[in-house]
Nanobody, 120 residues
Framework: QVQLVESGGGLVQAGGSLRLSCVAS????????MGWYRQAPGNQRELVAS???????NYAGSVKGRFTISRDNAKNTVYLQMNSLKPEDTAVYYC??????????????WGQGTQVTVSS
C-alpha cells in the first residue's frame, strides 16, 4: 500500500513563505513524476508544479518565479517552496505521484491535502 503524506501548510501573511513536503511511503520501486496541485473553494483542481524523476520541471504561469519544486528521489519526497505568497494562493494543496511502480503495478496516487491560507 502506497501512501502520500503532505506537511507544511498553514496560515501566512501576504508576502510570506511556506515550504510544503510530501513523502511517498510503501513498497515503491520507482516514481515517474511528482507534483503539486491546488483547489480553492468553487474552483477546479489545478496543476501548480511538477517534476520528473530526471529533474525536469513545469510550473503554472501564476506561480512562476515565486514557487520552486524540488525532489529527493532516494527519499521519495517532493517539496514546494512558496515565496511571495498572495491571497489568491489560498487553497488546499495536494501532492500527486504519477507512474508509481510497486509490486508489479503502475498507478497514480494522491495525498490527502494540506491547507494553505494567505491573509491580506
Amino acid at each position: 500500500q502506497v501512501q502520500l503524506v503532505e506537511s507544511g501548510g498553514g496560515l501566512v501573511q501576504a508576502g510570506g513563505s511556506l515550504r510544503l513536503s510530501c513523502v511517498a511511503s510503501g513498497s515503491i520501486f520507482s516514481i515517474n513524476a511528482m507534483g503539486w496541485y491546488r483547489q480553492a473553494p468553487g474552483n477546479q483542481r489545478e496543476l501548480v508544479a511538477s517534476i520528473t524523476s530526471g529533474g525536469s520541471t513545469n510550473y503554472a504561469g501564476s506561480v512562476k518565479g515565486r514557487f520552486t519544486i524540488s525532489r529527493d528521489n532516494a527519499k521519495n519526497t517532493v517539496y514546494l517552496q512558496m515565496n511571495s505568497l498572495k491571497p489568491e494562493d489560498t487553497a488546499v494543496y495536494y501532492c500527486k505521484a504519477d507512474g508509481v511502480y510497486t509490486r508489479g503495478l503502475i498507478r497514480d496516487y494522491w495525498g490527502q491535502g494540506t491547507q494553505v491560507t494567505v491573509s491580506s
